[in-house]
Nanobody
Framework: QVQLVESGGGLVQAEVSLRLSCAASGGTFSTLAMGWFRQAPGKDREFVAAVNWSGGTVAYLDSLKGRFTISRDNAKSTVYLQMNRLKPEDTAVYYC?????????????????WGHGTQVTVSS
């Protein structure tokens, strides 16, 4: 079973940047597809970004394209989410997830391991 631990969240003002990290252990990270999801208070969990095992294929929620970037470092067993020009509506708990598929994409059921999440709060 893969264990995932997110870090890098916090309370920030609008328009600043944050980089989230998700460290994986217990599996062969380089064979896993990875994804980031988020859940705001009172809302369903929402797809944010996904990356395939090599980093060569990525996908984003349309509204986040150009502001968020997903990347991975297989040597460090870590996936990152660079978030730029943050907005109050980005406030949520951010979760990373791993998938045994070549590419998990936006569907939560494609992922079988989840971290506990890291809180991101953006003030206006």
């Amino acid at each position: 079973q893969v264990q995932l631990v997110e870090s890098g969240g916090g309370l920030v003002q609008a328009e600043v940047s944050l980089r989230l990290s998700c460290a994986a252990s217990g599996g062969t990270f380089s064979t896993l597809a990875m994804g980031w999801f988020r859940q705001a208070p009172g809302k369903d969990r929402e797809f944010v970004a996904a990356v395939n095992w090599s980093g060569g294929t990525v996908a984003y929620l349309d509204s986040l394209k150009g502001r968020f970037t997903i990347s991975r470092d297989n040597a460090k067993s870590t996936v990152y989410l660079q978030m730029n020009r943050l907005k109050p509506e980005d406030t949520a708990v951010y979760y990373c997830a791993s998938s045994p598929l070549r590419f998990g994409g936006p569907t939560p059921t494609a992922y079988d391991s989840w971290g506990h999440g890291t809180q991101v709060t953006v003030s206006s």
